[in-house]
């Protein structure tokens, strides 16, 4: 099981060493999905924020996987 963990962050680790920006951009893109979702579609996943907060998330450990990288 640790082995199995470890290839998957290190193959992890090499695939976002190539693409330092991607997380960020996926980030900011659910931000944007959020952001329609509350103007086109109101109901209790645009009132939970939900698209919002994984999108913040997301671009911050982007950032942080980015500057480690």
Do not use: C, Q, Y
Not at 38 to 48: C, D, I, K, T, V
């Amino acid at each position: 099981m640790t082995e199995w963990f470890s290839r998957l962050i290190d193959r992890a680790s090499d695939f976002f060493a190539a693409r330092k920006g991607l997380l960020p951009l996926l980030g900011a893109l659910l931000v944007l999905v959020n952001f329609v979702l509350r103007l086109a579609f109101p109901g209790w996943l645009a009132s939970s924020d939900l698209f919002l907060h994984l999108g913040i998330i997301v671009a911050i450990l982007g950032f942080l996987l980015a500057w480690a990288l």
